[in-house]
């Protein structure tokens, strides 16, 4: 049996990380090529329910999926120069098969613009091919210099999940971006992860963006973690790809474009922030286990194991991600605590008691409690006690996050945490404070989950007078 | 508008599917690497369906999701000699990035068996860790030398759907084949899909497995299509990776295997042997619109859009995947001739007369029949005739495999279809009913949608008495 080293997530993250990831069957960082890693079915079911949510909320919104080829000949990845600046370095390539060289060397996506953009010259002629909105869930490549850490900085992100629009102007752009961010959030407030919103600064945007928002949260050793950034593209791939439309007035303008997209780092960052000393824990929304089923019988009882086949039969057909292990090795104390550690959200305790009442016990992964209820409010209840789950690790993973929050007046400074500053925009404040907190500047915040102090309360590090709050932090 | 040439897809295949994979929005074959296309939401949506139908039958019989990394290092790719000898030469490489070259050369997955067994070494320990039974949707690379075909032979296939298993013994793996294959035929039969399923000869079997299975359709030109194939790998990679358990009787034994795999190929077939002079045609249960809403109106005739508005949110409160016409532009004929291009299984046309009797008209694909019923019989009504559609193309399309599978003795013999010999099973013999029908012995038939003549019939051009059926074609 895999046994949890009881190791504070906060004292020790990248052990106690480590450890979950291998003992509750997520990934296998095993693989020979270093920066990619294997995918067990525990953990990729987990993603791919993440993952529908995301999908749901772009497909409501009009995005429509598509598939633009992994490979891009170099002539086209090299149209939009600052781009080419940003991510040719990183970039694997292929010069030819085992037997043969091409002639023009081909590159692997670690993103899609330039091979969608390409396309989009040919798509788009008309105001009324306006707005384009697509995305598409794929894998992208990047040979990062950064240290690597499994699901959270990766050389190949499997499942990117990347949405690209192109609009007649920029005030229609700017619409997009707000229902970006709103996307976004609503698909982390489903996973009860609480974020930072900021605005990068100039010198530190999307390679050919004019801005970008990143919503950040921290991971339990202070780090920062980029959970999906919003990108306003302006006008510079437009005009790199030739991106015209004939406008009503007779005259062809470059379209205004945006793009944003988020990764599995955002299980991995559900699997941070929600986890605990007991292990692993998946929101009920995510869990790709929601109920596991623990019938308590000595050799043949028979009747509560039938008892607990039809408790089962009952949460599948009201569409509940149930599992019921008959396994007799184990005892159920033993099952308990490995279903605790796969981070299963509630369990059904089943033993003689409650099949003599038709009856089921119902037991929180977060603080214990038990509840039994008749079978007949078995669902109803499962479904309240996941609401009052969801609202305890909300309000926990906020609370993490405040403790990992540094406002530098208020507490003492400590290693560990993101910084928020008192700044003026200026590159040169920015300089001041990455020197006197020996981290950098994320950006602005726009939006901040926890109540800031007034800026005046905030010690002045900059020449003029700061009317923004700075984000500081070292991120994976 | 995209106008179809109105061409015969039987006389003219290559340009009919060209014109509608292009007209009907299902790829756009300018990208600028050849043998690479990109696919727009349409066609993607199609395509979603149906792989949703495999992934279905895939869970439910036990497999697993997992994803394994795409590059893999030469020293694992080259471990089992016959796979790299019949995969190696077609492998794109990577040996570095822009600015760096790698100390060891990175493959890019043609097919996943040597990443994944790689895996398998260190997760197979015992009994109970087999059966071991897993699938993963891909992109997979192939450098093919034959001819590339939008579809049916790319270079990048994107959408590949392949399961791997591992058991105890010749036998469990003998019978995960058969599950193989029935997931296959429910897989197939649900896109109204005849088929053959052919044991390919030992001198055209998988690289490094022991025999194989294909299911082969014809195009509308004759060619053959290969739909699946799945493999019975027996040892050979467990000894190449060493997969062994330890057996209840204290022994350390190798596993069996087997793996089977499906691409987007299979949406191609749907396309090719579906469609019509009209354009498109998608079985119901893959159309990404299976009805499309036409108002027909005159200005001002709000009440008949309100109506057209109300018959779209009831399909959609039903699930049904349905779309409302309103564009002005264009005429309710124009309309009609659009959504049949596009293979829209079914229409409901609404005017004056179905607005004041709350009734509407489903049309019909196939046969242009028109059927008027009350609002509250829509559902109903639209899923009766989506069966009997369904009926009407499984027997169409049967009668263009028979119409395009030659046995040689009853029809005069043309250079166009698939053609059935009789066979003794040696190679000589494969040779000589190659030479004299120009076209490659397939395999040995061993399920057929087509009633057979029986062997003493046919001419026999072996030196054995032939005890088995051939089908011999050339392959897309």
């Not at 095993?30 to 067990?40: A, E, F, N």
């Not at 700017?174 to 992860?193: G, M, N, P, V």
């Not at 700061?466 to 500081?472: G, Q």
Request: glycine share 6%.
């Amino acid at each position: 049996m895999p046994v949890l080293s009881k190791i504070d997530k906060f004292s020790n993250f990248p052990e106690w990380y480590h450890d979950i990831l291998r003992d509750a069957d997520i990934v296998d960082i095993r693989y020979p090529v270093k920066g990619m890693i294997v995918w067990r079915p525990y953990g990729l079911k987990a993603l791919r329910l993440a993952q529908g949510i995301l999908i749901r909320l772009l497909e409501e919104t009009g995005h429509q999926e598509a598939y633009f080829p992994t490979f891009i000949p170099e002539s086209v990845f090299s149209k939009e120069k600052d781009f080419l600046e940003g991510f040719g370095g990183e970039t694997f390539v292929v010069e030819g098969t085992m037997s043969k060289k091409f002639n023009e060397r081909l590159l692997v996506r670690p993103t899609s613009e330039t091979v969608m953009y390409y396309m989009w010259n040919l798509w788009i002629k008309g105001r009324k091919d306006l707005p384009l909105k697509m995305y598409q869930m794929v894998n992208v490549f990047r040979y990062e210099t950064k240290m690597t850490h499994p699901i959270l900085r990766v050389r190949e992100i499997m499942g990117f999940i990347e949405a690209h629009t192109a609009h007649a102007t920029m005030q229609e752009a700017e619409e997009q971006i707000k229902e970006a961010i709103s996307i976004y959030k609503q698909f982390f407030d489903s996973l009860l992860l609480p974020y930072f919103i900021v605005k990068t600064p100039p010198w530190d945007t999307f390679a050919g963006a004019e801005y970008n928002y990143d919503f950040v949260t921290a991971a339990p050793d202070g780090k920062g973690l980029e959970l999906g950034s919003v990108i306003n593209l302006g006008q510079r791939f437009a005009k790199a790809f030739d991106l015209r439309f004939l406008d009503s007035d007779g005259q062809y303008k470059f379209v205004y474009q945006t793009c944003y997209g988020v990764s599995e780092r955002v299980l991995g960052a559900v699997i941070a922030v929600h986890g605990d000393e007991r292990g692993l824990f998946f929101p009920p929304v995510v869990a790709p286990i929601q109920v596991v089923i623990v019938p308590i019988f000595r050799e043949g009882e028979e009747d509560v194991v039938d008892y607990a086949r039809k408790v089962l039969k009952v949460l599948k057909e009201s569409g509940v991600r149930a599992h019921l292990d008959l396994d007799t090795e184990h005892s159920p104390g033993w099952k308990y605590y490995y279903w605790e550690l796969k981070g299963v959200p509630t369990r059904v305790e089943i033993g003689r008691r409650e099949t003599s009442s038709n009856t089921v016990t119902i037991v929180r992964r977060d603080n214990l409690e038990k509840k039994t209820v008749p079978l007949e409010k078995l669902v109803d209840t499962l479904k309240e006690t996941w609401l009052q789950i969801e609202t305890h690790l909300k309000s926990r993973a906020l609370d993490y996050l405040k403790k990992l929050t540094i406002i530098p007046h208020r507490q003492p400074q400590t290693e560990k945490g993101l910084i928020v500053a008192a700044w003026d925009g200026t590159k040169a404040c920015a300089e001041r404070l990455e020197q006197v907190y020996g981290k950098n500047v994320l950006g602005e915040i726009v939006e901040s989950p926890i109540e800031l102090p007034p800026l005046s309360e905030f010690e002045n590090l900059c020449e003029k007078q700061p009317d923004r709050y700075a984000l500081l932090g070292v991120t994976y």
